[in-house]
C-alpha cells in the first residue's frame, strides 16, 4: 500500500512538473541598451496583490521564473529610476517556455526627482588590506593639486618639499590605478603638485600589502584611483578656479559608455605660484674655535602643468574586454632664489642668487586585456610603456666676503633627467568554490634612467667656460621579475589568506666624471616576500584581523648617485652608490566595530627594519656634507585609531590619532675627507613617543550647502642625528550647489593659521643646526563647476565588475 502511494505521488509530481513552464527574459534601457541588472521580477496571479513569485535580473540582465503552472498572470518588472512595466502572461501546455526575449524599461524623470538625495558620501570606507577615502568629498582640495588632497588623509604626511611618509616612515610607493606610472621619489613632489585633486576620484591607503602587491616601499601603498565612471550614456564637467597667490585652474572631462564601449578624456591645467622660505643656523667647532653661520633664503616659483588622460575599453564579447590608454603630463616654468649668509657678528659674507628654468614630459601607454571565465573567475593582461623628460637650466650668481674682500662669481647648470620604463603584468584569479579562492600571477619590469649634468663657471654670466670638475654622466638600469601565488577562504566566521611572491632583481649603476672612469656596479638577488592575513568576524558589528607581511626599500637615484652637487658651496650633498636595500617585517592587528551611525577601527603595528638608510652628515670647515648610508636597525610600533561618527543627521566627523614609539640603534659612520685622512663619527641612537593627530568636521547643511574643517597635529618626531619639531595647520572649506546640482562653487581656505612649516634640529660630533623651511602659507581657492551629459538616468549601479587597472573597486553604498 505504501510502495503504491509513493507512485501515486511520484506520478503526481512528475504530470505537474512536464505541465509547468518556464518564463524568462533579458531587461536593457531603452534609450542606452545598457543590461540592468538586479531589477525586480515579480509574477501575480490575477485575482491576488501578493506576488506569488519574485527574482532579480543578473549580471547579464537575464531573468527566469521557473516551475508556473498553466494560467493567466501578471509580469510587473520595476528598478530604481525607471518606468514600471506591467503586462499580461499566459501560460499553457503548449509553451513549456515563455521566452518573452528583450524588454525594454523606460527612465521615469519624476521619479528620480521624487528621491533625490541630500546626503553625503562616506570619505572613508574598510575593505579587506586597505582604507579607501573619497576625494569627490573633500571640499578643501577643490581646485587644488593631489598633494594637497593627500595633506587630508589620515596618516599620510606631505612636508614644504612635498615628500611624502605614511605613518612617519618616507618609504611610501605612491601609485596611480594601481601601478607605480612613474612615480619615484626623485619626482612624485613635483608630478603630484601638478596634478588636479579633480581628477583623483579616492585614494587607497594599503598599509600593509598582500604578496599580490609589489613589496616597495617598506612603509606600504598609496594608490591614486582617477575618476572613471560606468554610467550608461555621456556626461562630463568643466571647472575653472584660482587662489589669492596669483595662480589659476581649469580642467574638464567627458565620459561615454554604452554597451560595447567605454571612453574616457581628462584635461587639467594649473598656473602655480608659490613662495619659500627658510633660515638656517649653525654653530661648528674644530678644537677651540666655534664658527657660526645663519643663512636665510628666500625664494618664488612660477609653474605650468598639463594634466591629459584618455582611454577607451572596447567589450568585444560579454566575456572580453580590451583597453587602451594614455596618460601624460607636460610643462616647466621657473624660480628664483636669494640666499644670503651672515657669520656670528651679524656681519655678511655671502650673497647668492639662482635662476631655475625648466620644463618637463613624462607620458605612458597602456594595452590590457580583460577574460570572464564565469563569476568570480577571470584572467587579466598589462603591458605598458612610461617615459619621462626632464630638462633643468641653472644660474647662479654670487658675492663672497674673502679675507676682507668680495669677490663675484657666475656658474650655469644643465642637467637632464631621463626615465624609460616597459612593465608587463598578468593576474589570475578563481574562485574556485564558496569558500576558496586562489589568485596568482607574474609581474617584469625593466628601467632604465640616466642624469647627466653640464656646468659652465666664470666671473660673471657673460665669461664662462666649461667646469669639467664639475660634470657628469650617471646611468641606472634595472631589471625585476616576479611570480606570486595566493590562496584564500572563508570557514564560517573566519578568513584567511597565505600569499607568497618571489622576486629577481638585477641592476647596474655606471658613472662618468670627466677625469675618471668609475668601477660599473652591478648586482643581483633574489628575495621571497611571504605574507598572512587572518579575520574573525564577531557577533554585533565586531571584526578582528591579524596580517604579517615582508617588504623592501630598494636605493635608487639621488641615493645612489657618487656626483657631488656644489652648487652650494657651503652644503654639499652626494649619494652612495654602495647601498644595500632596507627589508622591514611588519605585523599588525586590526580591530573594527560598526554601529549605526559610528565606526571604530584600531590598528595596533609593529615594523622591524633592518639596513636603514638615513641621511648622514659631517661637517668640514667650512662646509656640511651630507650622503647616505645603511646605518643602523630601526623599529617602530604604535597604535592608530580612526573614528567615525554620524552626529545630528548634518554633522560626520572623522578622527585619527596615531601614537607610536620609534628607536633607532646607535651606530658609526667613517668617512673620508678631502685631505684622505679616516675619521669616525659616532651617535648614540635615540628612541621616543610621539603622536599625531587629525580631525575632519564635514557640515550638510540647508539650501544645498556643505561645509569642511581640517584640523591636524604632528608632535616632536626622531630623525637621524636630531628631531623635527611640533606643527600644526587648518584648512576649511564650503560649497553651495546649484540648478539641481549641475552648478556648483566651492570656496576653500589652506593653511589658515599659517602655520604650515618644517622645522629640523641635527647635531653631531662638531656642529649643531637648526633649520625651518616654509612653503606657500596661508591661501584661498575660488572653484565652479558645471555638470554636463546625457547618461539616460543617474540611478545606482550595484554589483562590481572587473577594472582595467589591474585591481578592483566594489560599489560604494550612500551615507545619510
Known amino acids: 500500500m505504501k510502495k503504491y502511494l509513493l507512485s501515486v505521488v511520484f506520478v503526481w509530481v512528475t504530470i505537474a512538473t512536464l505541465s509547468a513552464a518556464t518564463i524568462k527574459g533579458r531587461l536593457i534601457d531603452n534609450e542606452t541598451k545598457q543590461i540592468i541588472d538586479f531589477a525586480t521580477v515579480s509574477l501575480f496571479n490575477k485575482s491576488s496583490k501578493t506576488p506569488m513569485k519574485t527574482v532579480t535580473t543578473d549580471e547579464k540582465g537575464a531573468f527566469s521564473i521557473p516551475n508556473v503552472k498553466n494560467g493567466s498572470y501578471t509580469l510587473r518588472i520595476s528598478f530604481v529610476g525607471y518606468k514600471t512595466l506591467e503586462f499580461p502572461v499566459f501560460v499553457t501546455s503548449k509553451t513549456p517556455i515563455v521566452d518573452l526575449k528583450t524588454l525594454q524599461l523606460s527612465t521615469d524623470a519624476k521619479s528620480l526627482k521624487a528621491v533625490e538625495v541630500i546626503g553625503q558620501k562616506s570619505q572613508m570606507r574598510f575593505e579587506v588590506d586597505k582604507k579607501v577615502f573619497d576625494v569627490d568629498q573633500n571640499i578643501s582640495a577643490a581646485g587644488g593639486s593631489a598633494s ?53 576620484e579616492s585614494i587607497e591607503v594599503i598599509t600593509n600589502p598582500s604578496s599580490k602587491y609589489s613589496p616597495e616601499g617598506s612603509a606600504g601603498i598609496i594608490n591614486l584611483v582617477l575618476k572613471k565612471d560606468r554610467k550608461a550614456g555621456y556626461y562630463g564637467s568643466v571647472s575653472v578656479g584660482a587662489n589669492t597667490f596669483g595662480g589659476v585652474n581649469g580642467s574638464g572631462n567627458i565620459n561615454y559608455n554604452s554597451s560595447k564601449v567605454d571612453a574616457y578624456a581628462n584635461i587639467g591645467i594649473r598656473y602655480m605660484q608659490f613662495n619659500n622660505s627658510s633660515d638656517t643656523y649653525r654653530e661648528s667647532w674644530q678644537g677651540n674655535d666655534t664658527t657660526i653661520l645663519n ?33 601624460g603630463m607636460f610643462g616647466g616654468g621657473d624660480s628664483r632664489t636669494t640666499l644670503t649668509s651672515r657669520d656670528g657678528l651679524g656681519a655678511l659674507t655671502r650673497e647668492r642668487w639662482s635662476d631655475e628654468d625648466g620644463t618637463h614630459n613624462d607620458w605612458g601607454v597602456t ?13 587579466r593582461l598589462y603591458a605598458n610603456y612610461f617615459q619621462m623628460n626632464w630638462n633643468e637650466t641653472n644660474d647662479f650668481t654670487q658675492n663672497s666676503l674673502v679675507k676682507d674682500v668680495w669677490l663675484k662669481s657666475a656658474q650655469k647648470q644643465d642637467e637632464n633627467n631621463s626615465h624609460q620604463r616597459w612593465e608587463f603584468q598578468a593576474d589570475y584569479s578563481n574562485q574556485i568554490s564558496d569558500r576558496f579562492k586562489i ?6 619590469n625593466i628601467n632604465s634612467r640616466g642624469d647627466d ?78 605574507s598572512l592575513f587572518l579575520s574573525y568576524s564577531l ?34 650633498s652626494y649619494g652612495n652608490p654602495n647601498l644595500n636595500p632596507e627589508f622591514a617585517h611588519a605585523i599588525e592587528l586590526n580591530y573594527i566595530k560598526n554601529w549605526d ?55 560626520n566627523l ?51 550647502f556643505s561645509a569642511q574643517v581640517t584640523g591636524n597635529y604632528n608632535a616632536k618626531q626622531l630623525i637621524a642625528q636630531g628631531e623635527r619639531r611640533p606643527n600644526y595647520s587648518l584648512d576649511a572649506g564650503i560649497r553651495k550647489s546649484f540648478f539641481s546640482r549641475k552648478f556648483s562653487i566651492a570656496l576653500s581656505g589652506r593653511d589658515l593659521l599659517d602655520s604650515r612649516g618644517r622645522k629640523n634640529i641635527s647635531w653631531g660630533d662638531n656642529f649643531y643646526q637648526e633649520s625651518h623651511s616654509r612653503w606657500g602659507g596661508r591661501s584661498v581657492n575660488l572653484t565652479l563647476t558645471y555638470m554636463f551629459g546625457k547618461n539616460g538616468n543617474n540611478k545606482p549601479k550595484p554589483g562590481k565588475r572587473p577594472d582595467n587597472n589591474g585591481m578592483d573597486y566594489e560599489g560604494e553604498m550612500m551615507d545619510f
Open 453 to 530: 649634468v653640464y656646468t659652465l663657471e666664470g666671473p660673471d654670466m657673460e665669461n664662462l667656460k666649461p667646469q669639467e670638475a664639475l660634470n657628469n654622466d650617471f646611468t641606472y638600469k634595472e631589471n625585476i621579475q616576479a611570480l606570486y601565488g595566493t590562496f584564500s577562504g572563508k570557514i564560517d566566521n573566519f578568513s584567511f589568506q597565505a600569499g607568497l611572491r618571489g622576486e629577481y632583481m638585477r641592476y647596474k649603476t655606471e658613472s662618468r666624471p670627466w677625469n675618471a672612469q668609475t668601477p660599473d656596479r652591478t648586482r643581483e638577488y633574489w628575495h621571497l616576500y611571504p
Open 597 to 651: 551611525a559610528h565606526t571604530l577601527s584600531a590598528s595596533l603595528y609593529y615594523r622591524k627594519t633592518n639596513d636603514v638608510i638615513q641621511q648622514v652628515r659631517y661637517f668640514e670647515e667650512p662646509v656640511m656634507y651630507s650622503t647616505y648610508e645603511n646605518v643602523t636597525k630601526m623599529q617602530n610600533a604604535g597604535l592608530e585609531l580612526v573614528a567615525k561618527n554620524r552626529l545630528f543627521k548634518y554633522l
Open 367 to 379: 594595452l590590457d586585456y580583460t577574460h570572464l571565465f564565469g563569476k568570480n573567475h577571470d584572467l
Open 148 to 200: 594637497e588632497a593627500l595633506q587630508n588623509i589620515p596618516s599620510v604626511d606631505v612636508d614644504n618639499e612635498g615628500n611624502i611618509s605614511l605613518r612617519n616612515n618616507s618609504n611610501v610607493e605612491v601609485w596611480i590605478n594601481g601601478k607605480p606610472s612613474g612615480l619615484t621619489a626623485d619626482n612624485r613632489a613635483q608630478i603630484l603638485e601638478q596634478m588636479p585633486a579633480g581628477s583623483i
Open 439 to 444: 589568485e596568482a600571477g607574474y609581474k617584469g
Open 539 to 572: 557577533p554585533k558589528g565586531n571584526e578582528l584581523q591579524v596580517n604579517y607581511t615582508s617588504r623592501v626599500n630598494r636605493p635608487r637615484g639621488r641615493q645612489i648617485n657618487a656626483f657631488r652637487n656644489v652648487t652650494d658651496s657651503t652644503s654639499i
Open 654 to 704: 572623522t578622527t585619527t590619532v596615531n601614537m607610536y614609539y620609534q628607536q633607532l640603534n646607535d651606530f658609526d659612520y667613517t668617512y673620508v675627507d678631502n685631505s684622505g685622512v679616516a675619521s669616525t663619527m659616532h651617535y648614540d641612537g635615540e628612541n621616543n613617543f610621539t603622536w599625531n593627530a587629525r580631525i575632519m568636521a564635514n557640515l550638510i547643511l540647508p539650501k544645498n
Open 295 to 327: 643663512q636665510k633664503n628666500k625664494g618664488d616659483m612660477d609653474r605650468i602643468g598639463v594634466f591629459l588622460r584618455g582611454g577607451a575599453t572596447y567589450h568585444v564579447t560579454r566575456k572580453d574586454d580590451i583597453g587602451l590608454s594614455f596618460m
